[in-house]
Every structure is written in C-alpha cells, then in structure tokens.
C-alpha cells in the first residue's frame, strides 16, 4: 500500500529553467509534508516543508505547492542549477508523527 | 554540531549470517529511528524510539531484525539471520522529539549486500 507515491523516477531539466516535482498521497489523515534531497553516499537532507492549513511554502529558490482536495503537492526549483541535481523524496505525516516517504524522483540539471 | 553517526558504511554477508549496525544520534536527540532503503524506492521506518522505549516497531520483521537503543543514546540494529532481500541501506535519523518540528537529521547510511 504506497500512500506517498512520486509516479516520475526522473526528470531532467536545463540549468536556469524550472524543475517541477510532483508527489501523490492517498491518506487524508497526513497533515504535514515535506521534500529531502539526497545526494549518493549520503542521507537525506531535509529541504521545505508545509502544514496542511497552508497551500504555499516558500524559500529562497524553493517552493512547496499543496493541494488538499487533489491529495497532491509540488516542489518547485526555480532557477535550477547544476547543483541542485539529486534523488529528492516527498514525505508525509499524520497523527503518528512517523514520516511516509515516496519512492524518490532523480533530478538532473543539465548546463 | 555533530551530525548522527552511523557505521559501518559498507557491509557484505552471505545469506543466513548476522550483521550489526550501529547509529549515534545528535546529542540532546531523544527520538531515534531506523529506516530500511531498498533500491529504487524510499525509506521505510523499521522502528522508532522515545528515549530508550520504542513507540513503533510495526513494519519490523521480529523474526530475524532487532534493535535496541541502550542509556537513550547510541542504538544498534541486528539481523539474524539475513536474507538476501535484505540488501538495502539502512538509515539512521534522530530528532529533538518525535513530532512536526522536523529536526529529522539522517546519518549517512550503511549499505547492506547480502549475497
């Protein structure tokens, strides 16, 4: 039962452009989401996050969009920069405070 | 400040023995958890713990993986005996405490290959 799923394995985008990121969720009970970045060899680092009372979250180059009624939030890179290329995991929290993570989308941003 | 400490970094076994891994979360941290990482997908939590209790240790197979975090602090988990589905790296992560402020720090993971 995948409750957090990220139906796109890869995306590749051009530096300076946008890259989206998009993410589904089937239980209404999450109430908190969040974006990682991980890069190889190393664990996940904590990126954006955002309440479900909000639909924006925004920082610096990065911003989380949700949409409740849709169960679906993005993650948007905008200017994309080489950097910035990663495997980035979408998760999810509910009452029981334990993270559900998606299967991760891998990043490349090409010069 | 430190970051949560995980070793060894790469493990080889062959089907049927044990391996350890053991984690040092961010001091202060009283939640600690362990996440399994298979390839091609995301972590998934095999345990949590409060201090020295565990809060959930649903999705961990009793049967042959077990954990304990001593005093509080460091924790290790143990596999006995490993399969071959087991390959995976397994992540480390501690947090102030168990909730949505998300201070979720990982270590850099051990990777698992069972042959």
């Known amino acids: 039962d995948q409750q957090v799923k990220q139906n796109s394995p890869s995306l590749s985008v051009q530096e300076g452009r946008i890259s989206i990121l998009n993410c589904d969720y089937t239980n209404s009970m999450f109430d908190y989401f969040l974006w990682y970045k991980k890069y190889p060899a190393e664990g996940p680092t904590f990126l954006i996050s955002?309440?479900?009372?909000?639909d924006k979250n925004e920082d610096g180059r990065f911003t989380v969009f949700l949409n409740k009624s849709a169960k679906h939030l993005s993650l948007h890179i905008v200017p994309s920069q080489p950097g910035d290329s990663a495997v980035y995991f979408c998760a999810a929290s509910g009452w029981a405070q334990k993270l559900v993570f998606g299967q991760g989308t891998r990043l490349t941003i090409n010069p | 400040e430190a970051g949560v400490a995980q070793s060894p970094r790469y493990k080889i076994i062959e089907k049927r023995q044990s391996v350890a891994f053991w984690c040092n979360p961010i001091?202060?941290?009283?939640?600690l958890y362990w996440y399994q990482q298979i390839l091609g997908q995301g972590p998934k939590l095999l345990i949590q713990?409060?201090?020295?209790?565990?809060?959930?240790d649903s999705q961990l197979p009793k049967d042959r993986f077990s954990a304990e975090r001593l005093k509080g602090v460091d924790s290790t988990l143990k596999i006995q005996p490993a399969k071959l589905e087991d390959s995976a790296v397994y992540l480390c992560a501690s947090s102030l405490v168990g909730g949505k402020d998300y201070g979720y720090t990982f270590g850099s993971g051990t990777r698992l290959t069972v042959v």
């Open positions: 001091s202060g941290h009283a939640t």
């Open positions: 955002i309440s479900s009372i909000k």
């Open positions: 713990f409060q201090n020295n209790g565990v809060v959930d």
